[in-house]
Structure formats: structure tokens, C-alpha cells
């Protein structure tokens, strides 16, 4: 439906298009509510199994009401003991907000950080709400190839860049962003004033070597700013628990924007996170790391199939080439779905530089699915384009 021209939109949401892996997991709920199989390697979750914690009636209570805006002081120590004890990262509670999902906390933080015209510099692959968000903020994204590496980054830095986004591990290829280069970056961006924001949401998804947080290579945290939630890690996405970690100046700031949008987190669920927050984690972790190790075993069937990958170990996602497919991801992933009812995420969502590529989750899939899957992908992969329906070239476009 077309607005009558006297109403005038926003540019900045107008011109921003719906979220593509949003976009898609909607056209795989239509299809399975249609009564149609799907092997959905969309989704951006694992599903594990969490068993239901007493909610304490005096927490039930007073979910019904407002809490602390900076969030629950009970929540936010955990979160910082947490930091401590596995990564090796001082954070103070006080240097913590926590927020409805960690989405919200980049918004916020971009917000807070920003002025019209600035640079936001984001490093491909990346979550595709990155310069969307930039872009509501009046800030202008510059993005950065995924072939440069690190150490090469000053080179793709403007006057005008005011932050620079790492997503570590990495959504969508699972590459793990090592200390020696998170402070190489940290330095870079120092030097210059530059913000550098590094969400850590799959921070538990990698095997046997230590998470290098951000939030342990700068004292005080100055000028850097860690995202994080409960969505990934704790396997709880639909209770949109999220918090930043940054210095206490920079808190203090970015409590007024949370107190101007959303006033605080959910009540219900902060209490219920804090009171439950190692069980849940004792519950998880293992799942997490059994999530890995299958993603471990998928990238030895990936490579044997020979299908091209960019290098990563970490999270649950794979970001695939397409080789000699001689059309675009969207048309790759529309024609995987509309005729082999197999849901994937085109690369273009991700960058620039990433239209050669498709995300597959492995999350909500078992491993006889995924490799089956797989084998349909690399068959696509070699063939030419079949004939899309009139609805998915509709949707192409």
C-alpha cells in the first residue's frame, strides 16, 4: 500500500530496506505454515535444551513494574564476575548497561557516539544491521573488504571516521579476531579518536583457545565499546537480553538515550537471568561447545565437498562462495528455497564485497540435514540458474 504523497517518511528508514535474513526466515515461516518441508540454514540461533527455572514470586512481582535503567545491579555483577573469570577482563559493574537485546545496545551506543556526517568503518563480512543503524544516526557507513586484513585497516580510515565495528567471532564467517590484532586496531583507533565498538555475542563459540575480549585491552575502557547479550551464548534470543561494556564516562552518556527510548530491560527476565544465571550457563556451555565441535565436523564435509570458504572456526555459521554460479546471491538463495526447499542467507546482506557468497546456519538443523543440504548447494553452485517463479524474481528485485 502506497502512502498518500502529503505524508511525508523519514529518509533515513525509507530508504533502508527490511532486514534480509529477517526477510528470508519470514518466507521459511509462510512456507512451513503452508505445510511445506524446509531445511532451514537461515535461522541465526542454535536451539538448545534449557530447562524452565522457578520464577521466585517476589521477582514475578515485581516484573510487573520499572527497575534500575543502568540494569538490576544483582544481573550486572554477574555479567561483569563472568568477564572476569573467563576472560580475563576487569570489567566493574558500574561499567555495564544492560538493554533490550544487544541490538538495541549498538543503536544506543551509536547514538551516543555519533554526529551527523560521521564515518561509521565496518569491516566485511558484517551483521547486516551495522550500517543500517550508522545510517539512522545521520553517521555515513565506509566499508572495508573482507580480503583486508587488520593490520591494514589505517589505510581504509578517513578524518571524518568516528568508529570502526568488528563483530568478534565473526557473524557470518566465524573468524576469531586474535588480541595481538584487537590491539594493534585499539592503538590505531586511539591515536586518532576513533571509537572502536567490537560485539562479542558468539563469544563462547570457539573450542580450546581463550576469548580475547576488547574489554581487557584498554584501561578503563576508553574509547572502546564492547556488546554483548544473553541471546547467543545462553541460548535465550527471544528474551532480548542484551548490555554494553565500556568506561564509566561513557555509560553515564549512554544511559540518557536508554532512559529517552526504552527507560530499562524487562523487568521479569533481568531478575529471572540473574537469579538463574550460572544454571543457565552450566545447562548451555556444554551445548555451546558441542555446537562447535559439529561445526568442526561440517567444515571437514564443506571442505571435502570443495565448496570455498572464508577461514573461520568460531560460531555456528559458514559463509560459502558461489565459484562459477554466474548470478547474484539472492537469485542463489531464492532458487535454493523455491525449488530445493533449502533456506540460506544471500551474501549481499553482509557487505560490499560479499555478494559471492551465502551464510549457512547450522543451529537448527541435525548433521544429516545440513550434509545433505550441502551436497544440494554444491550441486547449484556448478550449474547455471534455473527459471525462478514470476514471486521469487518479484522478490529478487
Known amino acids: 500500500m502506497t502512502m498518500s504523497s502529503k505524508f511525508q517518511l523519514s529518509n533515513a528508514i525509507s530508504g533502508v530496506p527490511e532486514a534480509l535474513s529477517i526477510q528470508v526466515n519470514q518466507m521459511v515461516y509462510d512456507l512451513k505454515r503452508a505445510g511445506k518441508p524446509v531445511t532451514v540454514l537461515s535461522l541465526g540461533e542454535a536451539f538448545f535444551d534449557i530447562p524452565m527455572f522457578e520464577f521466585l514470586a517476589r521477582d514475578f512481582e515485581r516484573g510487573y513494574h520499572y527497575s534500575d535503567s543502568q540494569g538490576l545491579p544483582q544481573l550486572r555483577e554477574k555479567i561483569a564476575d563472568y568477564y572476569r573469570k573467563h576472560y580475563d577482563a576487569s570489567i566493574d559493574p558500574t561499567e555495564l548497561l544492560v538493554t533490550a ?87 590505531v583507533c586511539s591515536s586518532r579518536g576513533i571509537y572502536l565498538m567490537v560485539d562479542e555475542a558468539y563469544s563462547d563459540f570457539l573450542l580450546d583457545e581463550p576469548f ?33 561494556a565500556s568506561s564509566r564516562s561513557f555509560i553515564g552518556e549512554l544511559l540518557k538515550a536508554q532512559q529517552h527510548i526504552i527507560t530499562c530491560a524487562p523487568t521479569l527476565l533481568q531478575s529471572y537471568c540473574a537469579e538463574h544465571f550460572d544454571r543457565i550457563l552450566a545447562c548451555t556451555l556444554p551445548q555451546v561447545r558441542a555446537t562447535v565441535e559439529k561445526r ?29 554460479w ?46 545433505a543440504a550441502l551436497e544440494r548447494i554444491k550441486s547449484r553452485i556448478t550449474t547455471s540458474p534455473g527459471s525462478l517463479s514470476a514471486a521469487a524474481r518479484t522478490a529478487a528485485a
Open 326 to 371: 554466474p548470478s547474484s546471491s539472492m537469485e542463489f538463495a531464492l532458487e535454493l528455497l523455491t525449488q530445493d526447499s533449502i533456506a540460506v542467507v544471500p551474501g549481499s546482506a553482509y557487505g560490499q564485497s560479499t555478494d559471492r557468497f551465502i551464510r549457512i546456519g547450522i543451529g537448527a538443523e541435525p548433521e544429516d540435514r545440513i550434509c
Open 296 to 324: 568442526e565436523r561440517i567444515a571437514k564435509f564443506i571442505d571435502a565437498l570443495g565448496i570455498q570458504r572464508l577461514k573461520g572456526a568460531s560460531t555456528f555459521y559458514f559463509f560459502l562462495g558461489l565459484g562459477s
Open 101 to 187: 537485546g544487544s541490538k538495541v545496545g549498538i543503536y544506543l551506543s551509536m547514538l551516543t557516539a555519533l554526529n551527523p556526517g560521521d564515518e561509521v568503518a565496518i569491516h566485511e563480512p558484517c551483521w547486516l544491521s551495522y550500517p543500517h543503524q550508522a545510517r539512522f544516526c545521520g553517521a555515513k557507513p565506509a566499508f572495508i573488504p573482507h580480503y583486508v586484513e587488520p593490520a591494514d585497516f589505517a589505510q581504509w580510515l578517513s578524518d571524518q571516521t568516528k568508529m570502526l565495528i568488528l563483530n568478534n567471532p565473526n557473524n557470518p564467517s566465524g573468524r576469531l579476531y586474535s588480541r595481538k590484532e584487537l590491539e594493534h586496531v585499539y592503538r
Open 212 to 244: 580475547p575480549s576488547a574489554a581487557s585491552i584498554a584501561r578503563g575502557m576508553e574509547g572502546v565499546i564492547v556488546v554483548n547479550s544473553l541471546s547467543k551464548n545462553m541460548g535465550m534470543s527471544g528474551w532480548r537480553i542484551g548490555y554494553v
